[in-house]
Each structure stands twice: as C-alpha cells, then as structure tokens.
T-cell receptor
Framework: DADVTQTPRNRITKTGKRIMLECSQT?????MYWYRQDPGLGLRLIYY???????NKGEISDGYSVSRQAQAKFSLSLESAIPNQTALYFC???????????FGSGTRLTVV | EDKVVQSPLSLVVHEGDTVTLNCSYE??????LLWYKQEKKAPTFLFML????IEKKSGRLSSILDKKELSSILNITATQTGDSAIYLC???????????FGQGTRLTINP
C-alpha cells in the first residue's frame, strides 16, 4: 500500500458542483499539504496543516477549503467547482525531523 | 513574495549529452533547496541541499547550492532516455516548512 493515498485518482465534474478530494497517510507524519499543479506553473500551495487543530492558508486558497479529520487524513473541498480549478492536485506529508515531502500519486480533476 | 525560478523551461538533447538545469530563489527564511523528478504523476525526491558549496551526487546526477548567488544547479551526465522528465526545484521555508516550487524544466532525451 502507498504511504500517501489520494482518492479519487481522476474525476470529471460539472461547474458549480461540490467535490471533495481525500488524502490519507500511513507515514505517521504530523504535517500535511495540498498543492495544485498547472502546466508551466509548477506546484502551488493551497492549504497546509501541522496537526488537527492547525490549518493554514497557502498562496492560492480562494475557492478551496480543507478539513483535517485526524492526523492521518486531510481532505480538500471545492464548494462550487469552476473550470479554472481544472488541475492535477497533490497531497504531501512531512514531519519536523524529515524535511523532504512524501507525495501522493495525485488527483487529476477536470471541471467542465 | 517568495519566488523560485527555473531555467530553461524546456530542453531537448541527445542521449549521452550532459545537461545542466538551473534554479534561483528569492525567499524569506530559506532553509534548504530540494530537487525532484516528475515522470508521470508524483514528484520523486532527488536531493536536499542545505549547505553552500557541497556537492551531492547520486549516480549520474549531481547538485550543488550557492547561497551567495541564491541558486542551485542540477547536472546530469551521460543522459539516457529514462532521464526524460520534468525536474522541479523547490525552496524549503524555515518554520512553516512550506515548499515553494519553481515552474519546472521539461527535459527530453532523444535516442
């Protein structure tokens, strides 16, 4: 089993729909992150969390919300999806002693 | 605003060539510079550089950080088609432990 699991792997949704992307990890890491990747723009940080009570906005949080249900679970929601949220979304984890991230396999989201 | 810039954005070479990828950064509270390789989906970790002037090597790949010039390079010698990928560099921000990514360099190795 993967250390960081994202579901779904692919999703097509309509404009205006609510959608949730889920991330779970077995690494035991305390820090979790959501990034989106667009061609030519690299990865940009949406939200990050240091523990279940600590949620922080990243550089592009507008239109997104998150929930840290447990240390191992961090979900990203699009309350009302729009086409420019079409992207590849990555969840990642790290801890205070391991500064390298562990990435999930990504969720490819298409909003039509 | 924290910023990481990579160059070139795209590079096409022949198998066996040597390539150098560049990364420059302007961030507050810099801790380290990381390199990742992205082939199909998830980026995979290559190097983390914290000290200036110390080269890290892994097989045909090597990387070095210059904290005076706020930059890093990734070298790949004797390239192979399997090196074709997007190479991402990212600056790790102290405290928040956020990674700020560059745009990536798409490297294509032709046989």
């Amino acid at each position: 089993d993967a250390d960081v699991t994202q579901t779904p792997r692919n999703r097509i949704t309509k404009t205006g729909k609510r959608i949730m992307l889920e991330c779970s990890q077995t690494k035991g890491h305390d820090r979790m992150y959501w990034y989106r990747q667009d061609p030519g723009l690299g990865l940009r940080l949406i939200y990050y969390s240091f523990d279940v009570k600590d949620i922080n906005k990243g550089e592009i949080s507008d239109g997104y919300s998150v929930s840290r249900q447990a240390q191992a679970k961090f979900s990203l929601s699009l309350e009302s999806a729009i086409p420019n949220q079409t992207a590849l979304y990555f969840c990642a984890t790290s801890n205070s002693s391991n500064y390298g991230y562990t990435f999930g396999s990504g969720t490819r989201l298409t909003v039509v | 605003e924290d910023k990481v810039v990579q160059s070139p954005l795209s590079l096409v070479v022949h198998e066996g060539d040597t390539v150098t990828l560049n990364c420059s950064y302007e961030v507050t509270n810099f801790r380290s510079l990381l390199w990742y390789k992205q082939e199909k989906k998830a980026p995979t970790f290559l190097f983390m550089l914290t000290s200036s002037g110390i080269e890290k090597k892994s097989g045909r790949l090597s990387s070095i950080l210059d904290k005076k010039e706020l930059s890093s390079i990734l070298n790949i010698t004797a390239t192979q088609t399997g090196d074709s990928a997007i190479y991402l560099c990212a600056a790790l921000i102290q405290g928040a432990q956020k990674l700020v990514f560059g745009q990536g360099t798409r490297l294509t190795i032709n046989p």
